[in-house]
């Protein structure tokens, strides 16, 4: 292997990488798009196959990476330009929770179940759906989440209030099946929770999409109609 060559290959693509990011702009770095997502994978394949191929000289490197931020630039100003073209490359954000209800067609659309919804809620500091008002799966992957009024961030300071004892929200019941091992975990057997669920009128585990139980503050009830 010719070391000399790799070493300025490597050189050169380097500095190529960065002067594409900074005329593309930090969006392809922080917003991670269906597009930008194959960007980085293109990239990475046009680099490190150049890089290892003896044929393959710089400015093959420097041409291949510039047809690719050409594309980049031109799919971001049509972008700006139209809104159409925006949604088709970058998608919209998907509405999964609306008015404190989880949407379970958007859910299905987006290919996630209601586990994957629950740990992206728990990793934006959100333990509870009761919390949440509205929350969208962003474009990137990420989740954006609207509290309701009585969950929004305050300081006991504020009201000069003494400190309550802080809970765990425990999910009880999932897509119709009863975890039996949080609800002995609690210390609670099927008489307990056949009382907690009578006043939400459900008299089949099946008709439950979630159930969450918050010590405090009581059992939290979604059926999978709410008609039933």
């Known amino acids: 292997m010719n070391f000399l060559h790799l070493t300025y290959e490597l050189i050169g693509g380097f500095f190529l990488l960065f002067i594409l990011v900074k005329v593309v702009g930090r969006k392809i770095i922080t917003q991670v798009t269906p597009f930008t997502f194959i960007t980085a994978i293109v990239l990475g394949e046009v680099l490190g196959n150049a890089l290892y191929d003896p044929k ?44 404190g ?80 091992d949080e609800i002995h975990d609690l210390g609670f057997d099927e008489t307990w929770l056949l009382k907690q669920l009578r006043p939400h009128q459900v008299k089949a585990y099946k008709q439950v999409f979630l159930a969450e139980w918050l010590e405090g503050d009581g059992l939290h009830v979604q059926k999978l109609k709410p008609d039933q």
């Open 56 to 99: 393959t000289d710089f400015l093959d490197i420097a041409y291949a990476m510039g047809i690719w931020a050409s594309l980049l630039i031109i799919v971001e100003y049509i972008g700006q330009k139209s809104l159409l073209f925006r949604g088709l490359f970058e998608g919209k954000p998907a509405e999964l929770i609306r008015n």
């Open 101 to 180: 209800v989880v949407n379970r067609e958007a859910l299905r659309k987006n290919r996630m179940n209601l586990n994957q919804l629950q740990s992206l809620l728990r990793q934006s500091e959100t333990f509870s759906i009761r919390e949440v008002a509205y929350c969208y799966l962003e474009p990137s992957g990420a989740i954006s989440i609207l509290k309701k009024t009585p969950y929004q961030k305050t300081t006991l300071e504020d009201f000069n209030l003494p400190n309550k004892p802080v809970h765990v929200p425990v999910t009880l019941i999932r897509d119709g099946k009863v975890l039996w």
